[in-house]
């Protein structure tokens, strides 16, 4: 059996889920189980999975190699130098 991948609006500053195909508690079971294959797969074979690459989807790029995203890190790293970056969801009122 194979199951259906969310279905996505994506713009440059968010991801929205349009659908889900899970509609029961034993989809989500199977999708679990199938997630946890392939993370151990992905592991395996010194990659990142599907499931870790939205967490890494910083700069737009998708990675599938670790060495790749420390690379993207240090080319940006030397580029801002001292320059400081905040996300814009950080308090920066006088009283915190």
Known sequence: MKTALPTYRE???????????IK???DAKEL???DIERIYECIDKGKFCHQAKEQLNLFGENF?????V???FE?????????????PETDLSPEN
């Open 75 to 87: 080319r940006i790293d030397k580029k801002l130098g001292d320059t400081m970056m905040i996300a």
């Open 32 to 34: 679990m189980k199938k």
């Open 70 to 72: 420390n690379d993207m």
């Open 64 to 68: 599938e190699y670790p060495d790749q």
């Open 24 to 26: 029961t508690l034993e």
């Open 11 to 21: 713009k440059w500053w968010t991801k929205e889920i349009i659908s889900r195909p």
